[in-house]
């Protein structure tokens, strides 16, 4: 018999602890990109309410909670983060299993904003980017998702395979926003 | 430089891709004749003021936008989703 | 020479540091300038042509002269600014541009040869003989000249870029800028106010003035920390705005403080992106000399600037002070002086009418036309009037042009200035830079009050535009609002070289020369004389070349035209902007689940797009790259191989269209594919030349698999996008990319399907997983993907499982290979596996190629349209003199081919015109025991049997090829199929 081990994306090299901030792993069970197939964007939309007990993500927004999120993923794409996407959704949109494709983290604590302001290129004001908001952009030139889940904290994906990088640009980035705060 | 996204609102250039003019939505016909083709693929203006051009929102929400810009005040004028110019029949 | 009070320096806090070897105190508050000055160092620079002996001119960033390198190796950072510099214990400045030493410059000869040196001598002089030029004139010349130096070293520092939005930029915290930033962070507006200066106030900290009943200085201040208690402000000191671009964004640059600087992990400086919705540009104005001969002698000085060293560093830069101006300003800085308790050796105004109420000597209608010394100020000569000179002893010249508007922001997307008469200097125009306006003096307001009106009117405007409304009118403080009155003087005449550009040596006469020679654009003039061109870009010198120019030319300056500023404002280092780029930041890094088990076998890695895959596994025993790659090659062949596959481009594709968007984005048909099975596609750009190409499984009747190639499988996927979104939106088809949902890993070779049904939860065979065929597997429980499909013309297979279990699988596979007289496989042997067989990388779909030339046309399919296929049928894409694919090998004494190789007839001499064709690719074949090539040859396919000479020009390799059909192994296929 022969035996598969997993491993997670970020594979140890997280937590990652600098002064208040820190960068850790997030184990968010299975991620599903859905898409409604033509015409059955409002069919599919009450199908996953019913589903999953959350609403289907406007442009922009995440809804659900740790757990069971559904993230607004692109013009055409939701991604579902935590349980597996009722099979029966597959009548109303393509499904595509994202589970292992994406690196997620959470970037928290005082200052995280300005940590991110060293990534990405996008607003994140507090009065124009609320929890609950959601933006494809870039972070570190890398294709990434940033999504607001609380007051200090966001969670920050990445293709997996560029895990590393990202860990190495946000603890650089830590470290000025650190030492600038007397660190 | 920072291009209207009519899903994503104002954002920053480096997020998108640049194509080229927005003529490439008008594909003739397969058995078109090689000056139309010839226009489609090759020929084109190069106007000091507005023009519609191709950008793809690719590290954004991947949309493909026409984008109409002035390229004499770098102004941008107008941003709307390709797939609704073309349904539009546009 | 320090004064025994006042100065906004902490007296308690003493800070050494040493300048060209010696060591000196200053205090906490100091800066590099005011501290030499303090010190009585008056001798800060050489100058760039001429090596003249220069002191400090101004007290700001404009400073041309002192300029001073800081750092050693990879932290050595030249051409800095003493003004700029923030004194900080244990500073080591030293001076540049002068050798054996400051004191003793030996390049100052050239200032003997001044005469000589006019503008346009290297033009005049060096033209021949030509080829002198490269060797000999120019490493001369660029000894001679210069400013610092970069120490060569790698640039050891860290540097940090940022992002920053706010609805209200200001940029500039003077008056304007901090009455501007009050008023629309009142109003509940996101605010950035940025100043270069280590704090804010601007000129309020270099006068003695009040504001609100207070002194300047102090009412700034309690702006600041009201602003600093504030969510929505973020107040950014150290920080120059150093371009204004298209849609309100800007770019800045930070200097951190070096106690800052100096942490673990801090950077020594930022270069922000600022996104404002609005700005108001309160950069103030800079003072202009006067030209005069010998005003460049160290001691001669902005008057500004001298009231800046008393008033803000305590300092006094002379002992005997004279002042020499055509505005209100000399007075005042006679004032300041005097209340200092230093001696006004004269007062000159070169206006008649001029009054003094101060108790010095005064010269109405008088100009300062000379100046003696031998490294520093000794003394003035002044025209007291027509024909009548007198000569005054004095250590320090304060003199005043006026003031110079900082239009330059307003002037960074091409627009350009007016003229104002009344200030007697160039003011910006409304929306010069959409989005941003101009308030205080650097619009033309000249007293602290208009300024502070301007800001407070700036900023009411700008919340109107923002949809946001001021609570109330914002009150004004009272504060000084004297007319600014000026009668322009440009150049006092007279013998002897008058400076306008300190830091390029540009004199009153270059630029009549310039003139005289018919130079007379600005800009002509600017080439012509450098004036304008060294790292202060003109700050202090272009509206008086202009002068000067309008002047020679019989022209007003209006007529004569502006100068064009462009970013950036300051100079800005280029480790700054590129933060973060250096070494492995210069990309990210895309590693696959195999890396580290790669790496642990100690596989070299090459750099496929940002991918990174290994080169060869070198085992006990090799000693060349090529030794591995032969047995790598002889696994797959003889028993098996495993490689990672997995950074080819997987795009999942769904939807009842999915089919017909298929046969639409290939030229062959995938709507007649079975589930189940997999087929090889060809895609075309809309230009008729191959785009990619690769393997596309169905999956499904509605679902499909589409692999790219690793290098264009982000242009494939905006490709898609773009044909399904603009050329077909109402087709239902949806994709994603799944390239980092799985690891994919070839197993090939004769032994590959023994090795599977090792591992396989369920074996497989030839009858459910025949060649092109693709379906579900198992292992260990793990659901997986099994394609039978070879990029080898083995017998292989591919097989996709979960990311997560990669790095497990590919050690397993690898393990169970290795027991089976097998084991990995890289990326040299990989490419002579595909050689040998013909088959095509991006060498070859190099985007040039059309689907005939790589002898494919018959897969573009008759019974349908398709994208590139009009284009490709036009009769220049398929004329049969181009040059099509051709396999190559070696049949000469020479048995090396070259991939960039030159193709040419046996008789013909290897000349471009005789030029048949080149070489893509080769590698040496184990299998077949030469050299394989693929190449493309004119006529090519109709070529077979004919011998060719490849010559590669460039490593001199030169060798008779047999032209061949592209596959040199198996052609048939029947090992794949077996």
């Not at chain 2, 797939?83 to 029949?89: F, N």
């Not at chain 3, 002698?297 to 101006?325: C, D, H, Q, T």
Request: aromatic share 8%; hydrophobic share 45%; glycine share 10%.
């Amino acid at each position: 018999m022969i035996e598969l081990t997993a491993k997670s994306p970020f594979d140890g090299m997280l937590p990652l602890t600098v002064g208040a901030l820190s960068l850790s792993e997030v184990d968010t069970g299975a991620m599903t990109a859905l898409s409604a197939r033509k015409g059955q964007g409002e069919a599919l939309a009450s199908a996953f309410k019913q589903a999953h007990g959350v609403a289907w993500p406007r442009a922009g927004r995440a809804t659900g909670r740790e757990g069971c999120r559904a993230l607004w993923f692109g013009h055409v794409h939701v991604l579902l983060m935590g349980p597996p996407a009722a099979p029966a959704l597959a009548e109303w949109a393509a499904l595509v299993d994202q589970s292992d494709a994406w690196a997620v983290a959470r970037l928290e604590g005082a200052g995280v904003r300005d940590v991110l302001a060293r990534l990405t290129p996008l607003d994140l004001r507090e009065g124009q980017f609320k929890r609950g908001r959601t933006a494809r952009s870039e972070v570190a030139h890398m294709p990434a998702s940033i999504t607001r889940i609380g007051a200090q904290s966001y969670q920050v994906m990445v293709f997996r395979a560029m895990a590393g990088t990202l860990v190495e640009e946000v603890q650089t980035a830590m470290q000025g926003v650190a030492a600038r705060a007397g660190g | 430089m920072r291009i209207s996204c009519p899903i994503c609102g104002e954002r920053d250039r480096r997020e998108f891709y640049y194509q080229g003019a927005a003529v490439a939505l008008d594909r003739p016909a397969p058995d078109a004749a090689a000056q139309a083709w010839d226009d489609y693929l090759h020929n084109r203006d190069n106007p000091a003021g507005p023009v519609r051009e191709m950008w793809h929102h690719e590290a954004g929400c991947g949309a493909w936008l026409v984008v109409t810009r002035d390229t004499v005040t770098h102004e941008m004028l107008a941003s709307d989703l390709a797939s609704r110019v073309q349904e539009a029949g546009s | 020479m320090r004064l025994p009070k006042g100065g906004l320096i902490d007296r308690d806090q003493v800070v050494r540091f040493s300048f060209d070897g010696r060591h000196y105190e200053g205090l906490a508050g100091d800066t590099l300038a005011s501290a030499l000055l303090a010190n009585g160092v008056r001798l800060m620079g050489r100058s760039f042509k001429y090596h003249r002996p220069r002191g400090v001119l101004t007290a700001g960033s404009e400073e041309p002269n002192a300029l001073v390198t800081v750092g050693q190796g990879g932290r050595q950072a030249p051409n800095l600014r003493a003004t700029m510099l923030e004194l900080h214990e244990g500073l080591v400045a030293r001076s540049q541009n002068a050798w054996p030493s400051l004191e003793w410059d030996l390049l100052a000869l050239n200032d003997a040869f001044a005469p000589f040196l006019s503008a346009g001598f290297y033009y005049k002089t060096f033209m021949w003989p030509r080829s002198f030029w490269e060797k000999l004139y120019e490493p001369i010349i660029r000894r001679a000249a210069g400013l610092g130096a970069l120490s060569g070293a790698h640039d050891s520092d860290t540097y940090e870029k940022a992002h920053v939005h706010c609805d209200l930029l200001v940029i500039g915290g003077g008056p304007a800028g901090l009455m501007a930033a009050l008023v629309a962070a009142r109003a509940g507006a996101d605010v950035i106010l940025a100043d270069e200066d280590t704090r804010v106030g601007g000129r309020l900290n270099a006068e003695r003035e009040d504001v609100d009943g207070k002194p300047g200085h102090a009412w700034a201040s309690e702006v600041e920390a009201e602003l600093a208690a504030m969510e929505n402000v973020r107040v950014m000191t150290r920080t120059t705005v150093t371009g204004a671009y298209d849609q309100g964004s800007y770019g800045a640059l930070e200097r951190l403080p070096a106690d800052v600087a100096a942490r673990a992990g801090a950077p020594r400086e930022c270069f922000w992106r600022i996104v404002a919705r609005r700005a108001v540009m309160a950069a103030g104005a800079l003072e202009r000399p006067v030209a005069f001969a010998g005003n460049d002698r160290p001691g001669v000085m902005m008057a500004g600037a001298v009231r800046a060293y008393i008033n803000r560093w305590a300092v006094a830069p002379g002992r005997r002070v004279a002042v020499f101006g055509n505005n209100d300003g000399a007075h005042r800085t006679a004032a300041d002086l005097v209340a200092a308790g230093v001696h006004v050796a004269a007062l000159v105004d070169s206006r008649p009418d001029a009054r003094n109420d101060l108790d010095v000597p005064f010269f109405a209608g008088a100009q300062v036309c000379g100046s003696s010394g031998r490294k520093a100020l000794e003394a003035v000569e002044i025209e007291v009037a027509p024909g009548r000179r007198e000569k005054i002893q004095a250590d320090c010249l304060a003199m005043s042009g006026g003031w110079n508007p900082s239009v330059h922001l307003a002037c960074h997307m091409g627009a350009r200035p007016e003229w104002s008469e009344e200030i007697a200097g160039f003011v910006p125009r409304d929306g010069m830079v959409p989005g941003m306006s101009a308030a205080g003096a650097c619009a033309g307001a000249m007293s602290t009050h208009a300024c502070l009106r301007d800001g407070a009117k700036a900023a009411q405007d700008a919340l109107g535009e923002l949809g946001l409304k001021a609570a109330k009118l914002p009150d004004v403080p009272d504060a000084g609002d004297a007319p600014y009155r000026i009668r322009p003087l440009w150049q006092v005449p007279g013998r002897g070289r008058a400076w306008l550009d300190f830091q390029n040596d540009v004199t009153v006469k270059d630029v009549t020369l310039a003139a005289r020679e018919n130079f007379r654009s600005v800009e002509h003039m600017k080439r012509y004389t450098t004036q304008g061109m060294a790292p202060d870009q003109g700050k202090n010198s272009n509206v008086g070349a202009l002068a000067v120019l309008a002047d020679a030319t019989g022209r007003s300056i209006p007529e004569t035209g502006t100068t064009t500023f462009r970013p950036p404002y300051v100079p800005v280092p280029i480790a700054a902007m590129g933060a973060g780029a250096q070494g492995q930041g210069f990309a990210p890094r895309r590693l696959t689940t195999s890396h580290a088990a790669s790496l642990a076998m100690g596989a070299p890695m090459i750099e496929v797009g940002l991918w990174y895959r290994p080169s060869f596994f070198p085992r006990a025993g090799e000693t060349t790259w090529r030794q591995s790659c032969d047995r790598e090659v002889a696994h797959v062949r003889e028993a098996v191989g495993i490689a990672d596959v997995s950074t080819l481009g997987k795009i999942d594709i769904q939807g009842a269209d999915a089919a017909r968007f298929l046969d639409f984005v290939y030229t062959n048909t995938f709507s007649t594919l079975k589930v189940g099975r997999v087929r090889y596609g060809v895609m075309l750009r809309e230009d008729g030349h191959v785009m990619d190409d690769g393997t596309t499984a169905r999956l499904g009747e509605d679902h499909f698999v589409m692999t790219t190639t690793t290098a264009a499988a982000g242009q494939v996927m905006r490709h898609l996008e773009f044909v399904h979104q603009c050329l077909c939106p109402d087709w239902d088809v949806s994709m994603i990319s799944v390239t980092e949902q799985w690891a994919q890993f070839a197993v090939a070779g004769p032994k590959s399907r023994d090795l599977l049904n090792g591992v396989l939860d369920m074996p497989v065979d030839g009858e459910g997983f025949p060649f092109m065929g693709c379906g579900a597997v198992t292992l260990a429980g793990v659901a997986a993907r099994l394609f039978r499909i070879s990029f080898s013309g083995e017998h292989a297979y591919e097989i996709a499982v979960p990311a997560r279990y990669g790095a497990s699988l590919f050690r397993l596979l690898v393990a169970r290979a290795e027991e089976m007289g097998g084991g990995a496989y890289g990326m040299e042997a990989l490419n002579v596996l595909r050689l040998e067989k013909g088959l095509l990388t991006h060498a070859e779909l190099h985007g040039r190629t059309t689907a005939f030339d790589l002898g494919m046309e018959r897969m573009i399919s008759a019974n349908k349209d398709c994208i590139g296929k009009a284009a490709a049928a036009r009769p220049g894409l398929t004329e049969p003199d181009r040059e099509r694919l051709v396999g190559l090998k070696p049949v000469g004494a020479v048995k090396q081919l070259t991939a960039g190789a030159h193709l040419f007839d046996e008789a013909d001499a290897a000349t471009r015109e005789n030029d048949q064709g080149y070489v893509t690719s080769v590698g040496f074949s184990p299998t077949l025991g030469h050299y394989v090539g693929l190449g493309f040859l004119k006529r090519g396919s109709d070529r077979y049997g004919d011998v060719i000479r490849m010559v590669d020009h460039l490593r001199g390799v030169e060798a008779l090829c047999e032209v061949t059909p592209p596959a040199f192994f198996d052609p048939d296929g029947g090992r794949a199929r077996d």
